[in-house]
């Protein structure tokens, strides 16, 4: 079987008439042009045509790729046998790199292998391109099957080179979608997104080979773009359907779609057998045993399977176990349903507090500043909303694309602060309070952390002071708050309050930097002009670009500008600047944070973000403020920025707040060693080793 240059151009242009010779070469090109297409029932009618013409061994070659393709094996191997006592030479070879494909997805992936070396060698010897490149994405595949995941890489970067050359883009842009397969398998999800989106970009045909769709659809799942993936599979099925090809991933993927949304019905119906579905409907046993072997997100789900069916130690020993795979192979899913359950089994105060940093730790975002695509895909969504137009796609592109971007790696361990601790964990609907102080922790339960923080809020707006019971009574206190108390004034407490999003968050200085001063627009009292003539420093241009090449390095920050809360995703929450909104986003990207940023806005929702970029510290508000209060305050948190716990219960009425590390400069130290909780348990030792997966690609050459 050989290929077309343009197959659309060979089946306009070719008839079937002449001699019967001639009539029976027109219906074996127009075949081969229509597999090339994806058109699979014409491209066997016309195949079906030629052998009843001629009975030609060459057709029925055709016809055993054609059911190959279609997943009818049987059909396919009947094909083979009838042709192969009539082949020779390269024709037989070929014959023989059919079977070598057939034996890709069978039980002993290493039989395949075996047989598509010796092919690979024949093939090299007739110099005959495009078959050994089949033959080379065919070993490729059977050795994912063997989990010899080098090797796999080496074949299809071996077939896309090779496709390349022969200018076969499409089949080339295949081949490097196939090795974002073998990223996806060894669990590198970023590179695994970015080369599906390569091999997109690079001419790959979806519309021919929808068995793309069912891998991209995957790999959006795992990144836990549940909606994503479901629009990618609506098209997968409608074109499977319409080639008559059988995927069983299909219907594994819709199901574990609407177990993610919590809509079991269809998930019963498609995915009796899929690994997700057996852990939601409680067949612990079978998801269990995928622990050692397959992707690195199904063994950690196996892992996850068996600490739900283990006893409390065994299960936190499993939890470990998977985390420490996610770890090693950099995979984040199920990384938070792994901590999930073990922060539901953890009972002593240093057990809540170590689950619950593991558990926080999942949800942070620190992003390459190099990253070309993600910057231009944020301009666009900059300017849509500046235009006033539908945003909602373009956010689920910054969403996709920051996903694949390889993120930066952050620093390892857990450190404590030496001052008192109270971390807020929220388990299930009860907010847990874990006090740490004198080298004691214990454990205590808030009734309604709710009407605590409206309480708090009510009593600013009246001017009165908050009073409660949330903290110990000690003159300074770190807080790590959970769920609705994040929205706590905390500077309006008695105490001086340093509020962290997780304990890995409390850091050194980093050293003196520039203060720099940005302005957005749209605000009644311009407060920069004065404090940068008291304070000196740089008055920064408001526009996205200037604002993000001043932050780079600063030492002190302060901006000025009206924020906006995204309900749903804190990256997507933004400050107005002359050009468009900054975006969480943005700021994941600084490469070198402010040491310290003053946020003189409105609720903006982005100290967090500063502080996974690496800032120390953050003063922000959680309450709507008005321009002309902020800017009469302001002097006097820069009069006390050396010490920034202090800056903010100037503004504390407010409600300012100091996120991050808020000690005087001089006097700001970290613990050298991590948290005890960290040294006390013993990581259990995991025996044996991987066996080959049972997941394969689903398509071939």
Not at 37 to 62: C, I, K, N, S, Y
Request: charged fraction near 25%.
């Amino acid at each position: 079987m050989s290929a077309s240059a343009d197959p659309q151009a060979t089946i306009d242009t070719t008839e079937v008439r002449g001699t019967k010779a001639q009539r029976a070469e027109a219906l074996h090109d127009l075949s081969i042009a229509h597999v090339e297409l994806g058109h699979l029932d014409v491209a066997a009618r016309f195949a079906q045509r030629g052998l009843r013409l001629t009975g030609e061994a060459r057709f029925h070659l055709t016809l055993a790729w054609i059911d190959l393709d279609r997943g009818r094996r049987k059909q396919s191997l009947r094909h083979l046998d009838l042709a192969t006592p009539h082949l020779r030479g390269r024709e037989l070879t070929r014959a023989r790199c059919l079977r070598g494909l057939h034996l890709c997805n069978s039980a002993e992936p290493r039989l395949a292998i075996a047989e598509l070396t010796a092919v690979i060698k024949e093939l090299r010897r007739y110099g005959d391109e495009r078959w050994l490149a089949n033959a080379l994405v065919g070993r490729g595949i059977a050795r994912c099957g063997a989990t010899k995941l080098a090797e796999a890489e080496a074949d299809f970067a071996a077939a896309q080179t090779l496709l390349q050359a022969i200018s076969e883009p499409g089949r080339a842009a295949m081949c490097l979608h196939n090795r974002g397969f073998v990223a996806m398998l060894a669990g590198d999800l970023p590179l695994a997104l970015r080369r599906y989106e390569e091999a997109a970009k690079a001419g790959l045909d979806s519309t021919s080979r929808p068995e793309a769709l069912v891998d991209r659809a995957e790999a959006l799942l795992a990144a836990g773009l549940t909606t994503e993936a479901r629009r990618v599979l609506t098209p997968a099925l409608e074109l499977l359907k319409r080639c008559k090809r059988h995927v069983p991933e299909l219907a594994v993927l819709s199901a574990r779609c609407a177990l993610r949304d919590g809509d079991p019905a269809p998930a019963l119906k498609l995915a009796s057998e899929d690994v997700e579905f057996m852990l939601a409907a409680g067949q612990l046993d079978a998801v269990a045993a995928h622990r050692f072997r397959g992707p690195v997100q199904t063994r950690a789900l196996g892992w996850l399977a068996q600490a739900k069916r283990s006893d409390r130690r065994g299960a936190l020993a499993a939890c470990r176990a998977g985390i420490r795979l996610l770890d090693e192979h950099l995979g984040d899913w199920p990384r938070r349903e792994l901590t999930g359950h073990a922060l539901g089994l953890a009972r002593t105060a240093r057990e809540v507090l170590h689950w619950s940093e593991q558990h926080r730790a999942s949800g942070s975002m620190s992003l390459p500043p190099n990253q070309p695509e993600l910057a231009q895909t944020l301009t666009r969504l900059r300017r849509a909303r500046a235009f006033g137009l539908p945003v909602e796609a373009l956010e689920r592109d910054v969403r996709r694309v920051a996903l694949a971007a390889t993120p930066r790696a952050s620093a390892a361990g857990m450190r404590l602060p030496d001052l008192p601790l109270v971390s807020f964990v929220l388990r299930g609907e009860q907010m847990t309070a874990v006090t740490l102080m004198n080298g004691r922790a214990r454990l205590r339960t808030l009734d309604d952390p709710a009407e605590l923080v409206g309480t708090a809020k009510l009593a600013l707006r009246a001017g009165r002071p908050v009073v409660t019971d949330l903290l110990p009574d000690v003159e300074e206190v770190v807080v790590v708050p959970d769920g609705v108390l994040h929205d706590m004034p905390w500077a309006a407490l008695r105490q001086k309050v340093h509020v962290l999003p997780r304990l890995s968050c409390w850091r050194e200085p980093n050293g003196a930097g520039e203060r720099v001063w940005i302005s957005g627009p749209a605000l009644r009292h311009q407060e920069v002009t004065a404090l940068q003539r008291k304070h000196g420093g740089l008055v920064v241009e408001s526009t996205v670009d200037e604002t993000l090449h001043a932050l780079e390095g600063a030492g002190i920050a302060h901006i000025a500008a009206h924020g906006h809360v995204h309900p749903d995703n804190p990256l997507f929450s933004y400050l107005e600047l002359k050009d468009g909104p900054l975006y969480g986003y943005d700021i994941a990207r600084i490469e070198n944070p402010p040491e310290v940023v003053v946020l003189s806005a409105c609720e903006s929702g982005l100290a967090r973000a500063f502080l996974d970029a690496g800032t120390r510290v953050v003063i922000a508000s959680v309450l709507p403020v008005p321009d002309a209060q902020v800017s009469e305050v302001m002097t006097e948190v820069h009069r006390l920025i050396d010490h920034p716990v202090e800056a903010a219960r100037a503004v504390a009425h407010l409600g300012f707040s100091c996120y991050g590390t808020g000690t005087r400069v001089a006097a700001c130290k970290a613990a050298a060693n991590e948290v005890p909780v960290q040294r006390a348990w013993v990581e259990p030792t995991v025996a044996g080793t991987s066996t080959p997966s049972t997941t394969t690609l689903t398509h071939v050459p």
